[in-house]
């Protein structure tokens, strides 16, 4: 069972606290805003995406286990 | 020991405890306001605030708990358990010892409303959290109305500082608004 | 741009006119002309006794897909709405690319095609509300729409009573889920998804989206079968489609073609070019740049499209003459998308306003050898990366653009801005004034 990391743009207002905890998945952009290198989490890093996504200001970072997702 | 107590012991707990916890949650204020403001540096990353913020109010939990149970229990002004959260419920020293009250139920809202923060949705706890900035000033002067040191000088000078501290970030935070995010 | 409706105009076809069939009068089609033109629509089958998803069944069969853009397969969409409960259906008539007219067109002059579909659609889902939303500053369309509304209830025809709704006149507010959020009491800005307006849309409730011409090809499926639509198009691409054509054209206008026509082909029947071409701009605002010479013979089909880097999008072409300037007409639409940004989104509120000054840049100042780099680099950080598909329209079109005029971008490098973008602009922006600036 895989996770996938998630940004809701709308939520995310650029706080960056999210690549400080997870920087091997998680860069910012010029502007501050996170680019998700890889959507998928490495079960060693579960842990710390688990802590980066509850200390994400805004509520905008999401953690959801990997499904067949429709277009 | 019986639980009836009296005595200075209790008095000073109390007024410390007290101290305590404004400063506590002074400083919980300033690592709020600081993580609105998005500070960072090389030595102090972002996560350290929010996390800080967080867990600085537990602090300020535990000592608020002890400066309550401190009067509760001082046989010598009689102040019931509930006055801790049921504003103006005690005659002694109102409306000061009220707004005490008035404080503690606004932090056990913004408190219960962040533990459930994902249940709630960004939108709601976010208005909700806007109390802190009731909570803290209706504190402060709970504590200079109710304390009877409200004329010795290093309780001015502690509240003084509280509040050019908080107003001295509230003013960097403005200021820097512009560049902080869309909202 | 003015809506000519012109069925002299057609392909030599035998198949078509289909949906153009009525345009003939040159004005609004009432009911019973409707009825003439098309036949009447027997909602339960002459018999009284057809399943409503039976509709669907032929939809799938027919291989209708969506005519609003992103050309989703109609039957598989509404068959995620159905048996869900009390659904809702939102026809999206705001057409917001400003270089499409078709929408507009089927509205004005055909609106019992777009209503009849409607009622299909709603009966189908199962819905028990339905929408058709415009841009809510378009009064005279507002005011035809709800006479033909007024004239089917005289007649009963609607048995889920279908209500005209304004929204915000916002270019990203006729997105989907901006519709659905409107819908919902809330500004007219993109949501995030999930959840998808099928599971969860208007009140909670399974939503059907679906564009306007989308529908009214319902409306003649729902009359004459999947055989029927499978008549015209391609195997893989069946059907008909409306193009609009503009540009430097003789008869720049909204044709109907088949699916696989060649792009080349459209042009001609909009009377050919009246000047030497450069390139064509196929999907409107939302599509892409290609150089005349590779877009001609391209089939009007998704497939043939992507295949050469392009889109078929909302089955726009604009004609750009070799005296215009693509990289200016460019940055004037990058400008007004950067504009149009419902700003919710760093990546495109930050990004976009980049973009459009870096091509702003070299077309009007000249790169100075650093331009075309920039937009290379910009490119990335803002594609895929807001709520919506906004910035991936910017972004695609300015991708094509430097490829289309790769030429033209190291000119400008190097020896500043050509005679061509002097030209009276080509491409429609609308302005200002015309903008309804308020999101409720």
Same mark, same amino acid.
């Given at each position: 069972?895989?996770?996938?990391?998630?940004?809701?743009?709308?939520?995310?207002?650029?706080?960056?606290?999210?690549?400080?905890?997870?920087?091997?998945?998680?860069?910012?952009?010029?502007?501050?805003?996170?680019?998700?290198?890889?959507?998928?989490?490495?079960?060693?890093?579960?842990?710390?995406?688990?802590?980066?996504?509850?200390?994400?200001?805004?509520?905008?970072?999401?953690?959801?286990?990997?499904?067949?997702?429709?277009? | 020991?019986?639980?009836?107590?009296? %005595?200075? #012991?209790?008095?000073?707990?109390?007024?410390?405890?007290?101290?305590?916890?404004?400063?506590?949650?002074?400083?919980?204020?300033?690592?709020?306001?600081?993580?609105? %403001?998005?500070? #960072?540096?090389?030595?102090?990353?972002?996560?350290?605030?929010?996390?800080?913020?967080?867990?600085?109010?537990?602090?300020?939990?535990?000592?608020?708990?002890?400066?309550?149970?401190?009067?509760?229990?001082?046989?010598?002004?009689?102040?019931?358990?509930? #006055?801790?959260?049921?504003?103006?419920?005690?005659?002694?020293?109102?409306?000061?010892?009220?707004?005490?009250?008035?404080?503690?139920?606004?932090?056990?809202?913004?408190?219960?409303?962040?533990?459930?923060?994902?249940?709630?949705?960004?939108?709601?706890?976010?208005?909700?959290?806007?109390?802190?900035?009731?909570?803290?000033?209706? #504190?402060?002067?709970?504590?200079? %109305?109710?304390?009877?040191?409200?004329?010795?000088?290093?309780?001015?000078?502690?509240?003084?500082?509280?509040?050019?501290?908080?107003?001295?970030?509230?003013?960097?935070?403005?200021?820097?608004?512009?560049?902080?995010?869309?909202? | 741009?003015?809506?000519?409706?012109?069925?002299?105009?057609?392909?030599?076809?035998?198949?078509?006119?289909?949906?153009?069939?009525?345009? /003939?009068?040159?004005?609004?089609?009432?009911?019973?002309?409707?009825?003439?033109? !098309?036949?009447?629509?027997?909602?339960?089958?002459?018999?009284?006794?057809?399943?409503?998803?039976? *509709?669907?069944?032929?939809?799938?069969?027919?291989?209708?897909?969506?005519?609003?853009?992103?050309?989703?397969?109609?039957?598989?969409?509404?068959?995620? +709405?159905?048996?869900?409960?009390?659904?809702?259906?939102?026809?999206?008539?705001?057409?917001?690319?400003?270089?499409? =007219?078709?929408?507009?067109?089927?509205?004005? !002059?055909?609106? @019992?095609?777009?209503?009849?579909?409607?009622?299909?659609?709603?009966?189908?889902? /199962?819905?028990?509300?339905?929408?058709?939303?415009?841009?809510?500053?378009?009064?005279?369309?507002?005011?035809?729409?709800?006479?033909? $509304?007024?004239?089917?209830?005289?007649?009963?025809?609607?048995?889920?009573?279908?209500?005209?709704?304004?929204?915000?006149?916002? !270019?990203?507010?006729?997105?989907?889920?901006?519709?659905? @959020?409107?819908?919902?009491?809330?500004? /007219?800005?993109?949501?995030?998804?999930?959840?998808?307006?099928?599971?969860?849309?208007?009140?909670?409730?399974?939503?059907?989206?679906?564009?306007?011409?989308?529908?009214? @090809? $319902?409306?003649?499926?729902?009359?004459?079968?999947?055989?029927?639509?499978?008549?015209?198009?391609?195997?893989?691409?069946?059907?008909?489609?409306? $193009?609009?054509?503009?540009?430097?054209?003789?008869?720049?206008?909204?044709?109907?073609?088949? *699916?696989?026509?060649?792009?080349?082909?459209? +042009?001609?029947?909009?009377?050919?070019?009246?000047?030497?071409?450069?390139?064509?701009?196929?999907?409107? !605002?939302?599509?892409?740049?290609?150089?005349?010479?590779?877009?001609?013979?391209?089939?009007?089909?998704?497939?043939?499209?992507?295949?050469?880097? /392009?889109? *078929?999008?909302?089955?726009?072409?604009?004609?750009?003459?070799?005296?215009?300037?693509?990289?200016?007409?460019?940055?004037?639409?990058?400008?007004?998308?950067?504009?149009?940004?419902?700003?919710?989104?760093?990546?495109? *509120?930050?990004?976009?306003? =980049?973009?459009?000054?870096? +091509?702003?840049?070299?077309?009007?100042?000249?790169?100075?050898?650093?331009? +075309?780099?920039?937009?290379?680099?910009?490119?990335?950080?803002?594609?895929?990366?807001?709520?919506?598909?906004?910035?991936?329209? =910017?972004?695609?079109?300015?991708?094509?653009?430097?490829?289309?005029?790769?030429?033209?971008?190291?000119?400008?490098?190097?020896?500043?801005?050509?005679?061509?973008?002097?030209?009276?602009?080509?491409?429609?922006?609308?302005?200002?004034?015309?903008?309804?600036?308020?999101?409720?």
């Amino acid at each position: 069972m895989s996770h996938q990391l998630r940004v809701n743009p709308i939520a995310c207002n650029g706080h960056g606290v999210c690549a400080e905890l997870l920087p091997e998945i998680i860069d910012l952009d010029p502007w501050g805003y996170p680019i998700v290198r890889s959507a998928n989490v490495p079960p060693p890093l579960l842990m710390h995406a688990r802590r980066a996504v509850a200390t994400c200001p805004t509520l905008a970072l999401r953690l959801e286990r990997a499904q067949n997702r429709r277009p | 020991m019986s639980f009836t107590l009296h %005595g200075p #012991a209790l008095w000073y707990a109390t007024r410390a405890t007290g101290l305590v916890t404004l400063l506590l949650l002074t400083g919980t204020m300033l690592l709020g306001i600081v993580t609105a %403001g998005r500070f #960072a540096s090389e030595k102090w990353p972002r996560f350290l605030t929010v996390g800080l913020h967080r867990n600085l109010t537990l602090l300020v939990l535990i000592f608020l708990a002890l400066h309550v149970g401190t009067t509760v229990v001082d046989t010598y002004t009689s102040i019931p358990a509930t #006055a801790a959260v049921i504003p103006f419920v005690s005659p002694y020293k109102s409306p000061w010892l009220g707004l005490g009250a008035v404080a503690a139920d606004l932090l056990i809202a913004v408190l219960v409303t962040s533990l459930l923060r994902n249940r709630l949705g960004f939108r709601a706890w976010r208005g909700l959290h806007w109390l802190a900035y009731a909570c803290w000033p209706v #504190a402060l002067i709970h504590g200079l %109305g109710t304390g009877t040191d409200r004329r010795t000088l290093w309780l001015l000078a502690a509240a003084l500082a509280c509040v050019a501290a908080v107003a001295a970030a509230a003013t960097w935070r403005l200021a820097t608004a512009a560049r902080a995010g869309i909202r | 741009m003015t809506v000519t409706a012109s069925p002299a105009a057609q392909a030599d076809s035998a198949v078509l006119p289909r949906l153009l069939a009525g345009v /003939g009068h040159q004005r609004a089609l009432g009911l019973a002309e409707h009825e003439r033109e !098309y036949g009447t629509l027997w909602l339960r089958g002459r018999s009284g006794q057809r399943r409503p998803e039976r *509709l669907i069944d032929m939809v799938e069969a027919a291989g209708l897909t969506g005519r609003g853009g992103a050309g989703f397969p109609t039957g598989r969409k509404m068959r995620s +709405v159905a048996g869900r409960g009390e659904a809702v259906v939102v026809a999206n008539g705001a057409e917001g690319e400003p270089a499409s =007219a078709k929408d507009r067109l089927l509205l004005t !002059y055909l609106p @019992h095609l777009v209503l009849d579909g409607i009622t299909l659609a709603a009966d189908a889902v /199962g819905a028990t509300e339905a929408h058709l939303c415009v841009h809510r500053q378009e009064h005279d369309l507002i005011d035809g729409l709800a006479a033909a $509304v007024a004239e089917r209830r005289q007649a009963g025809l609607d048995p889920v009573p279908i209500q005209i709704t304004g929204i915000p006149g916002r !270019y990203v507010s006729s997105e989907q889920s901006s519709i659905v @959020h409107y819908l919902n009491g809330g500004p /007219g800005k993109p949501t995030f998804s999930p959840p998808r307006p099928h599971e969860s849309g208007v009140q909670g409730r399974p939503t059907l989206v679906n564009n306007v011409e989308t529908l009214s @090809h $319902v409306a003649l499926i729902a009359r004459h079968g999947d055989r029927w639509f499978r008549g015209a198009g391609l195997p893989s691409a069946p059907g008909s489609m409306l $193009v609009t054509v503009d540009g430097a054209v003789q008869w720049p206008g909204v044709y109907e073609i088949e *699916l696989g026509t060649g792009a080349g082909e459209v +042009v001609m029947l909009a009377g050919g070019p009246t000047e030497d071409l450069q390139a064509l701009l196929i999907g409107g !605002y939302f599509g892409a740049w290609l150089p005349v010479e590779v877009a001609w013979p391209v089939r009007m089909t998704q497939a043939s499209m992507r295949a050469v880097g /392009g889109a *078929l999008g909302a089955g726009v072409i604009i004609a750009l003459p070799g005296s215009s300037c693509g990289l200016a007409e460019t940055a004037r639409v990058v400008r007004y998308l950067a504009e149009q940004g419902a700003g919710q989104c760093g990546p495109c *509120l930050m990004g976009l306003p =980049a973009l459009a000054g870096a +091509v702003a840049d070299l077309a009007f100042q000249g790169g100075r050898g650093r331009a +075309v780099e920039a937009i290379a680099g910009l490119l990335p950080l803002i594609e895929g990366r807001g709520a919506c598909r906004h910035p991936d329209g =910017a972004t695609q079109l300015a991708r094509s653009a430097i490829r289309a005029f790769i030429a033209d971008a190291r000119w400008h490098d190097q020896c500043g801005p050509c005679d061509g973008v002097g030209r009276a602009p080509l491409l429609p922006i609308p302005e200002d004034g015309e903008e309804d600036w308020n999101w409720t």
